[in-house]
Structure formats: C-alpha cells, structure tokens
C-alpha cells in the first residue's frame, strides 16, 4: 500500500486555424482538477492558472533548437520564444474535491496539471480541426499550414462551439 497521492484532471481547449496561413489561436480552455481537499481556493487556482500559461508556451511557441553539431541554438531569451499575455486565451477553471486518504488534510498535488494537460488539450483540438493527426509541438504556423495542405478537409476549418 503506497501512501503517495497523486492529483488528477481534464482539459479541453476550443482553437481555430487560419486555413490559408496555418497559426493557431486558442479561443478557450476549460481546466477541471481534483486536488483533493482545497485548503486554498485561491492559491489553488493560480497553481492551475500558472501551468496552464506553461502548457501554453510548451504548446504554442518553446522548442530547444540544436545545430548539426548538437549546440543549443537558443540558450537565451533573445532566441527562445516565450507566451505573453497577449496570446493568452479565456480560461475556465473548476475544482472537484476527493479527499486522499493517504494524509490527515485530504490534499493532492496540484501545481503540475495545467503543464500537463494543457498541452494534450491543444493538441486534440488542432488534430479534430485536421482531420486527423496533429503535428509534434509547438504548433507553429508553418507545421499547421503543411498539415492543413496535407488534409483533405482544408476547407472550413473553424472552432467548435
């Protein structure tokens, strides 16, 4: 019997593609974590708020990129592209409480949720606006633009709401 405790989620991202250049825009997100027993609303929502503009960067713009030789071509923030508060969409977040038995608060972690799923979340949505399979992150505009060429369902490619 283990007494680790482990916080679980689901995420679900609404996005559209611009069909005849490939970028992506995130309309929403919704965010619903069981975190066991919340002992700080507040503080519990900016941990999932946090890591979902994280999963957002992952998804959207970060990549290590390496030359031939293996050398990392952008080490610093001059090369390496961040999220800013501009691209961030509208975000819900919901909570539901299953207190873990594992420890005398009832509490589960929390802080890695939103890196986690917010990146699957975008994913799914860009391959359901595909047709098919997304391309590995980040999904710039030119791997979507390529997907999208390669889709027999280029046409009306629009959000669902």
């Known amino acids: 019997e283990s007494d680790q405790v482990f916080g679980s989620g689901a995420y679900a991202a609404v996005v559209e593609i611009d069909p005849d250049t490939g970028a992506l825009r995130v309309h929403r997100l919704a965010a619903v974590d069981d975190a066991g027993t919340i002992i700080n609303p507040l503080l519990a929502e900016g941990q999932v708020v946090g890591g979902i503009v994280q999963g957002l ?22 090369e390496y592209s961040l999220l800013g508060t ?8 919901a909570f539901v409480q299953t207190p873990s038995p594992n420890n005398p608060l009832g509490a589960k972690g929390i802080g890695e949720g939103g890196a986690i799923g917010t990146p699957a979340a975008i994913a799914n949505a860009v391959a359901d606006a595909l047709g098919g399979t997304a391309p590995d992150p ?13 889709s027999t369902r280029r046409a009306a490619v629009r959000p669902r709401r």
């Open 138 to 150: 980040p999904f710039t505009a030119e791997k979507l633009w390529r997907a999208l060429a390669a």
């Open 57 to 78: 960067g992952a998804a959207l713009l970060e990549e290590a990129v390496y030359d031939a030789d293996g050398q990392l071509r952008n080490a610093s923030f001059a």
């Open 86 to 93: 501009v691209e961030q969409p509208t975000v819900a977040t």
